[in-house]
Nanobody
């Protein structure tokens, strides 16, 4: 079955950077879209960024110019480079994948990102 394992979260000061990783297993990684989502306390989970199987990227307006999503198909891993972090970026970050262009249906366990002011 599909498994996604995130890592790289932590505590960082405002203006700092973090890189999240998501290691995927259970199927041919390069054939599928990958995405990052986040959920802050008391808020609904929201889209952050996605990268298609053909490496086309898409970002939420709130992270454009600050975050970069990338993938390494040889390592079955998707990354989220986060720069210029602000306290508003504090959330649990989840990696996800999907079948074709359907809804995102496979999720990791999440990794906590906390940005202090």
């Amino acid at each position: 079955q599909v498994q996604l394992v995130e890592s790289g979260g932590g505590l960082v000061q405002a203006g700092g950077s973090l890189r999240l990783s998501c290691a995927a297993s259970g199927r041919t990684f390069s054939n599928y879209d990958m995405g990052w989502f986040r959920q802050a306390p008391g808020k609904e989970r929201e889209f952050v960024a996605a990268i298609t199987w053909s490496a086309i990227t898409n970002y939420a307006d709130s992270v454009k110019g600050r975050f970069t999503i990338s993938r390494d198909n040889a390592k079955n891993t998707v990354y989220l480079q986060m720069n210029s972090l602000s306290p508003d970026d504090t959330a649990v970050y989840y990696c996800a994948t999907r079948d074709g262009r359907s809804r995102w249906s496979y999720w990791g366990q999440g990794t906590q990102v906390t940005v202090s002011s």
